[in-house]
């Protein structure tokens, strides 16, 4: 069975940091490029970051840039988010996701988490 499954995420102040981790069975994760979106409450699910297979590419939302760090660890099947000086904008639910393409649309992605929740509040 094919699936990925994020933890991590909590609450934290404003400035504060998480590492969230995103768990891959049922396939190999590195065969994927694997992106991290995020959804608010009544907004559109927004893609925040996206690797390539083998991590030799990663790009940023504008948003997050400078600020978020993507990774890999092929041994543990497992991708992580980095996240630093949070701020209440970043509140949201995480999802970790997978495709066998390539881009930030969400209809791309394949393989998706059940989402961990970030919350950024003094």
């Known amino acids: 069975q094919v699936q990925l499954v994020e933890s991590g995420g909590g609450s934290v102040q404003p400035g504060g940091s998480l590492r969230l981790s995103c768990i891959g069975s049922?396939?190999?994760?590195?065969?994927?490029?694997v992106g991290w979106f995020r959804q608010a409450p009544g907004k559109e699910r927004e893609w925040v970051t996206l690797?390539?297979?083998?991590?030799?590419?990663?790009y940023y939302a504008d948003s997050v840039k400078g600020r978020f760090f993507v990774s890999r660890d092929n041994a543990k099947n497992t991708v992580y988010l980095q996240m630093n000086s949070l701020k209440p904008e970043d509140t949201a639910v995480y999802y970790c996701?997978?495709?066998?393409?390539?881009?930030?649309?969400?209809?791309?992605?394949?393989?998706w988490g059940q989402g961990t929740q970030v919350t950024v509040s003094s």
């Open positions: 690797m390539s297979n083998g991590a030799g590419s990663k």
């Open positions: 996701t997978g495709t066998t393409g390539w881009g930030r649309s969400v209809s791309l992605y394949q393989v």
């Open positions: 049922g396939f190999t994760m590195n065969d994927y490029a």
